[in-house]
């Protein structure tokens, strides 16, 4: 009752509040050693951050066809494509970021995951990856990683790679991240809210990335202003802190790779979580899809 009451408060603010807090830019790379190991810690099995993996995976699972090759734009230390890439076991990825500790943490992951081959993780700038990117490749995301950019001149920069690699090779884009909030005390409250028992380091974590993101009408007009669209936006609803905005590539209409997703072991509370961010973050064809 008492969380309810402090989400239902948490609510009420952010629509009352006008303004919008003052963006404070996180770290470009997320390189502290108690901060990589919180946040590697919250992508295991049964951590904090499986059910944003799931919902991502899944509505991600609808831009990749089937032997589909993907570029992941600060990827941190591979979690989420790992989670990914036991999901749909066709397909290629390439994770791209700039903290050497991520990458080299992750890429012990991908060795003992038996991911060898399959997941490959490097350094690599979001906004100078281009030339990074092999001849072809399905599918371009991000996901909890664009408020890590510096300035909105970055952000057009990373668009702007994107917008490059998009018009030649014609592949879809899934970017996924929190909403800068309203009132100054949503930032300091959600993670004792919605992660309560993660460690203190995650949590603070968490508010540095809330005060750190791209407003919704920053980063859609920033999109909506590049010529490979059309882009598709969607925030999450009462409380908007998520936010996805997605392009499709032609052959998405009908013919996916979604047969090919294994259902993942999520925990009931896991599932449950993911259930009710579905609904909150509306995905037209996660509308269409089962849990699986």
């Not at 899944?58 to 089937?66: G, N, Q, T």
């Not at 991520?102 to 350094?123: A, D, K, P, W, Y």
């Not at 993101?213 to 936006?233: I, K, R």
């Amino acid at each position: 009752m008492l969380r309810q009451f402090r989400i239902l408060r948490l609510i009420l603010r952010e629509m009352l509040t006008r303004e919008r807090i003052t963006r404070s830019p996180e770290r470009a790379a997320m390189d502290i050693e108690e901060s990589v190991e919180a946040f590697h810690a919250e992508g295991e099995s049964m951590g904090r951050l499986r059910p944003l993996y799931h919902f991502n995976a899944l509505a991600m699972s609808h831009l990749l066809p089937p032997e589909a090759r993907l570029i992941d734009l600060g990827c941190g230390s591979g979690q989420y494509l790992l989670y990914l890439a036991e999901c749909r076991p066709d397909i290629q990825i390439i994770g791209l970021d700039v903290s050497e500790r991520m990458i080299q943490l992750g890429n012990r992951s991908v060795e003992r995951g038996g991911f060898t081959g399959r997941v490959t993780l490097q350094l690599g700038d979001m906004t100078h990856f281009k030339r990074q990117v092999p001849d072809s490749v399905d599918v371009i995301s991000s996901v909890f990683s664009l408020h890590h950019l510096p300035t909105v001149s970055h952000l057009r920069r990373c668009l702007k790679e994107i917008e490059c690699v998009a018009s030649v090779t014609g592949c879809a884009v899934w970017l996924f991240d929190h909403v800068r909030p309203r009132h100054p005390g949503t930032a300091e409250e959600f993670p004792s809210i919605f992660t309560p028992q993660a460690s203190p380091v995650f949590q603070q974590d968490s508010r540095n990335s809330l005060r750190a993101a791209f407003s919704f009408s920053e980063l859609a007009g920033l999109l909506d202003e590049n010529p490979v669209g059309p882009w598709h936006h969607t925030c999450s609803k009462l409380l908007r802190l998520y936010q996805a905005h997605w392009l499709e590539r032609p052959t998405n209409h009908g013919h996916t790779g979604h047969a090919l997703f294994l259902k993942p072991a999520l925990s009931g509370q896991g599932m449950q979580e993911f259930r009710q961010l579905r609904q909150i973050l509306r995905v037209p064809f996660l509308d269409r899809n089962s849990d699986a």
